[in-house]
């Protein structure tokens, strides 16, 4: 069942299969949490990695208990589109007990599920949610994200138990390549990087803010074979592990902290990931060695700075986020409306949006399962978006820029697709007549909602050169519609008048008249 509601919407049932809510900062990187609590589509290297299962769950014991994974039960699509099927899914937690599922509420950025412990008077609340603060794009393209597990004893006993976390070293692209180490209140798990091979250094952090807790680094040799039961074995203890192992690599690590309920009390255990990625192989087009940068490198120079930063700001952070949420839903726009721009919001936090390390925006037009779709932030499809244009204008003034300098030449043709890392485009194919129409009037969008005179006159010059390219091009002999042949949309060519183009061509004369005059 899916209910839209004005507090968000609701997904129960059969719906909360399907479900992946991102995580995470505009162009840093995407964790997913699934319908039932799981996790997935964790793409941190700069690109999709849109594997249906990760290694990564929570878990709560009681002595005497079964112990239990706070997850629903496994999709059933599951069993069989994930790899190793054949081999019994050794390498999953499928087959671990679990907890009911009640329900799923999307509420952007947040995701609010509600679980039942099934022998445990225990009712459990999970909140997943990252940064999206409008107009402070900075703290809203940050590499972290959180999950908070609360948990309420609904008896009239006493419950002592204990809560863990557990994460597989999915930073190595071999397991035995994977380090560890111990840090406060948490673990780093990481991959070094190599003089032929830096885009291989990662890291991600895990950490339990403000609770005692102890760590356990796992051993063995990395096959999940025989690490997955001796890690079943410490959380069925229902005590705290602490183990630090003396060997390379670090296959995976688990955090533990003891929860004990009186009647009725509930208490939240927040766990908080961060993570840092210097470098990647990204890029486009031949001419450059250089590869993508992101932009939290500029403002981070390690993974502590980052988790340092997260810690000390999280409550702050999350404040100001709840009041961009709370201002949405509480809006007399329809259910469905709020139902529709906030599924589109979350492609900010997806691995379609990259913001390079000196803080301009670039994107894909969307995500294949291991790579981004269509490059360099397409003109004339990223005319639809309106999104950032309104909650992080500068952000949307940085693809302007982009457009009228790197990707326009002296004669005014602009190339529609920008270059990774953004630099100076070449001039070899047509250009698309609704996104170079579009730009102008979205230059005039940006300063209407900016105000920023200083910016309109930069971009005045190149918006006029774009204008005459236009006209020249497409409208020879002025008669103020398109008539020979353009590209667009459509990846062809129109010729002749047509209704969709002539649009933008209408726009962009006025747009232009309207900047004109303003500026004599």
Not at 7 to 32: E, H, K, Q, S
Not at 272 to 292: A, M, N, Q, R
Not at 484 to 501: A, Q, R, V
């Amino acid at each position: 069942m899916r209910k839209l509601a004005k507090t968000g919407t609701v997904y129960t049932g059969r719906n909360l299969d399907y479900i992946a809510f991102p995580l995470g900062g505009i162009g840093a990187g995407m964790i997913c949490i699934e319908g039932n609590g799981s996790f997935s589509h964790i793409s941190l290297r700069h690109k999709p990695k849109l594997e249906k299962y990760v290694y990564m769950f929570a878990a709560f014991a009681v002595k005497g208990k079964t112990a239990r994974v706070i997850e629903g039960p496994v999709p059933e699509w599951k069993f069989f589109s994930i790899p190793g099927a054949g081999n019994g899914l050794g390498n999953t937690n499928f087959g671990l007990p679990r907890c009911i599922t009640r329900s799923f509420t999307a509420k952007f950025p947040f995701a609010f599920i509600k679980m039942l412990h099934p022998e445990l008077p225990v009712k459990i609340d999970i909140c997943g949610w990252s940064p999206f603060i409008p107009c402070d794009p900075d703290n809203s393209s940050l590499p972290v994200a959180a999950v908070e597990y609360t948990f309420k004893n609904i008896s009239s006993k006493r419950i002592r138990g204990i809560f863990s976390f557990h994460c597989k070293n999915f930073m190595a692209d071999e397991i035995t390549k994977g380090k560890g180490m111990i840090m406060s209140n948490g673990y780093e798990l990481f991959q070094e990087k190599t003089e032929s091979e830096p885009h291989k250094e990662g890291h991600f952090v895990v950490q339990i803010s403000n609770l005692k807790t102890t760590t356990s680094l796992w051993c063995g040799s990395g096959s999940f074979l025989d690490t997955h039961p001796l890690l079943w074995k410490d959380i069925l203890s229902a005590e705290c592990v602490e183990n630090k192992i003396d060997q390379d690599f670090v296959p995976g690590a688990s955090i533990f902290t003891e929860v004990i309920l009186k009647p009725e009390e509930c208490k939240t255990i927040p766990v908080l990931f961060s993570w840092y990625v210097p470098i990647s192989d990204v890029k486009t087009g031949t001419d450059c060695e250089e590869c993508h940068r992101p932009w939290y490198t500029a403002k981070f120079n390690s993974i502590k700075e980052v988790t340092d930063y997260w810690a000390v700001n999280y409550k702050k952070l999350k404040t100001t986020t709840k009041l961009f949420t709370q201002s949405f839903y509480l809006s007399s726009i329809p259910p469905e409306i709020k139902d529709a721009v906030s599924s589109n919001l979350s492609i900010l936090k997806s691995p379609t949006v990259l913001r390079q390390k000196d803080g301009r925006l670039w994107g894909w037009e969307g995500c294949c399962e291991d790579k981004g779709c269509c490059p360099g932030s397409c003109t004339h499809v990223w005319n639809y978006c309106q999104a950032i244009a309104h909650l992080f204008p500068s952000l949307e003034r940085t693809l302007r820029e982009t457009e009228f300098f790197e990707n326009q030449d002296e004669n005014g043709h602009q190339n529609f697709r920008a270059l990774l890392p953004i630099r100076p485009n070449n001039h070899d194919f047509y250009s698309a007549a609704d996104g170079q129409l579009g730009g102008i009037m979205k230059v005039y969008r940006e300063w209407r909602i900016s105000g920023n005179q200083d910016w309109l006159k930069k971009m005045w010059p190149k918006v006029k050169k774009s204008l005459d390219y236009c006209i020249k091009t497409w409208d020879p002999q002025q008669n103020g519609y398109l008539k020979y042949p353009h590209h667009n949309t459509y990846d062809i060519e129109f010729w002749g008048p047509d209704s969709m183009c002539c649009s933008f061509y209408c726009g962009a004369l006025k747009a232009a008249m309207i900047m004109a005059e303003h500026l004599k």
